[in-house]
């Protein structure tokens, strides 16, 4: 197993809490890094909504994955961009599987997550979790009109709820 991330700390944390001998920790970024060998399954939780260009990640990524090998991804799949500055990219589910199948792979399965959110705590920044949370957010939506157009659509159908889908894709 090759656990890579471009943060020193969290590759530090990482192996101070899941050292196993089966496991090679990596500090790197995840474009430059360089397994010793393709891959049979790649797994990137939650990563790909944090970078410019995505397909770009994913093909990359495919290079390194051996024939019929797997890449299991998830993404919020609510509106996030606005509520947090470190997500580039706001993904729906069809957007997601459209963006792998462009880079050659198919859909073996998909599951989505739920996690309840409690308003009054995002609005009053209360607690560890929330820390991250994009300050200024009515600024933020007078100047992007359409993000708060995506949260009110989604407070109306998924009301205080993220959702996050998990795929499993396989290469073709």
């Not at 509520?83 to 199948?101: A, C, E």
């Not at 997550?113 to 607690?127: A, C, D, M, T, V």
């Not at 157009?149 to 889908?165: A, P, Q």
Request: charged share 25%; net charge positive.
């Amino acid at each position: 197993i090759f656990a890579v991330d471009a943060d020193r700390d969290v590759i530090a944390y990482a192996r101070q809490r899941y050292s196993n001998e089966k496991i090679v920790f990596e500090c790197s970024d995840a474009l430059e890094y360089e397994p010793p060998e393709l891959l049979n399954n790649i797994v990137s939780l939650e990563t790909i909504e944090h970078l410019s260009d995505p397909e770009k990640f994913i093909r990359v990524q495919s290079s390194r994955l051996a024939p019929s090998g797997y890449f299991i991804a998830s993404v919020p799949i609510t509106p996030s961009v606005d509520i947090n500055p470190w997500h580039l990219n706001d993904f729906t589910p069809l957007s997601f599987i459209r963006l792998f199948k462009s880079c050659g792979f198919e859909v073996v399965e998909k599951m989505v997550q739920e996690q309840s959110f409690n308003p009054f705590k995002i609005l009053g920044k209360k607690g560890k979790r929330l820390e991250g949370v994009r300050k200024n957010l009515m600024e933020y939506y007078v100047r992007n009109p359409g993000k708060l157009f995506l949260r009110i659509r989604s407070l109306l159908t998924d009301g205080f709820r993220n959702k996050y889908l998990v795929v499993v894709f396989r290469k073709l």
